[in-house]
């Protein structure tokens, strides 16, 4: 079970400092079948995840699929009647729920996605069923009555915008019902990418246990993995930050253009990220994981973000990114650095390396291999790379001009990113 740190700066996992490491798998209540489920929670839990984020409702941008399991009642002109709930669809999704604590992964669930608000950024992008607001509460306490046993994370919004104060009621409902039924369950928001700040009668809630931010999938906008970090970090009140979408291993760039997230941007966005205020955790994110894609099978790239086609979730499941996440989670761990923070004014260069300290012990991010110069004196330190691909370790030399009260570092032997260690 997860709980949040005396200091709210952490998570507790069943009670010890615990890492908060997320799979994307918005799709996973309407796409998957029985058993690709238990294929799939095997695999991430070998790997070490404790967490899958998954949408209670039908994601708007999902792949097609053949499953028929939607969670409402259609009216003749194909959008959901709210008030005729299928049962038999969220019974389903307490037995996935339940599953995946069999295999110690806690769900985190998203109530109401941006799509089924009114005046949404996705909602104005195109037309769909807009949840009633007076079905909210009885909605949000159905969800938190049925899932409670099993200790989700309630997610209350999903890649939303505030552009009024109805949107902003919708999930204040949602989030005060969840919270009367559960008091016990955490809460955060997921807010649209790039997105810097929370409408204040949600930040203040006392019934909102974290902070999510999304830096997303726009590749003109990357330095957003550290910029929102910082910017979490520093809200009052304080609460755990976590990146929870950082952009997707293999997702086409946003809005068409050409280009696709490798392994190695996924990882920069996750280090990036846990060493600049948002430590609590990170999320991780496949392309054709998070929409369940069958290659058989459609996906609408007009939808959203325009996103070119995802790979067959056989094959995303497998990406490599979903170890390098899962590494950060096992050295976090390991390292006992729940409490690490920034260290950023030590560094001589470009803001896309970053710097944290735990106790006398110093880490910082090296995207490209340079020459890094410090502000101050390292030489007593014992400094070691770590290849981040290959997770190879190398001894560094660093020298001192003590005219300038800068140390440089050696560049180190790999060709890649790598991770330093300056320990005393």
Known sequence: MFDISKDKRYFLVDGEPGFYLADTCWSAFTNISDEDWQYYLS???????????INMLWQWDSSATNLALLPFGKNADGT???????DAYFDRAVRMVAQARDYGITVALVLLWCNYL???WATKLKATSLFPLDLVEEYAEYIAQRFAKYQPIYIISGDTDFPNDTVIEYYE???????????????????????????????????????MYQSGHNSAYQETTYLLAEKFAGEQPQKPVIN??????????????????????????AWQSVLSGASAGVTYGAHGIWSWHTAS?????????????????HTALHFEGAWDYAYIKTFFESHHLHDIKPCQDIILGSPEIRAAQHEQAIYIYLPSNIKLQ???????????????????????????????????????PFIGDALYILEK
Request: positive net charge.
């Open 118 to 120: 009114p005046d949404t």
């Open 173 to 211: 409902r949602a989030l005060n019902a969840v919270k009367r039924v559960d008091p016990n369950g955490l809460t955060t928001l997921h807010i649209q990418g790039r997105a810097d700040s929370l409408p204040k009668r949600l930040q203040n809630n006392s019934g909102l246990d974290f902070y």
């Open 374 to 412: 410090l502000k101050g004196d390292y030489q007593q330190y014992k400094i070691s790379a770590v290849h981040l691909e290959t997770k190879q370790t190398s001894m560094l030399d660093a020298k001192y001009n003590e005219d300038k009260q800068i140390t440089t570092l050696a560049m180190h």
């Open 80 to 86: 959901f009647d709210f008030s005729k709930r299928n």
């Open 297 to 313: 099978e459609d996906f609408d790239s007009s939808v959203g973000e325009a996103f070119e086609p995802p790979y067959d979730w």
């Open 43 to 53: 695999v991430r839990k070998q790997q070490g995840f404790n967490v899958i984020q």
């Open 244 to 269: 929870s979408e950082p952009c997707y291993e293999q997702m086409g760039y946003s809005r068409k253009v050409y280009g696709r997230f490798n392994r190695f941007d996924v990882r920069r966005a």
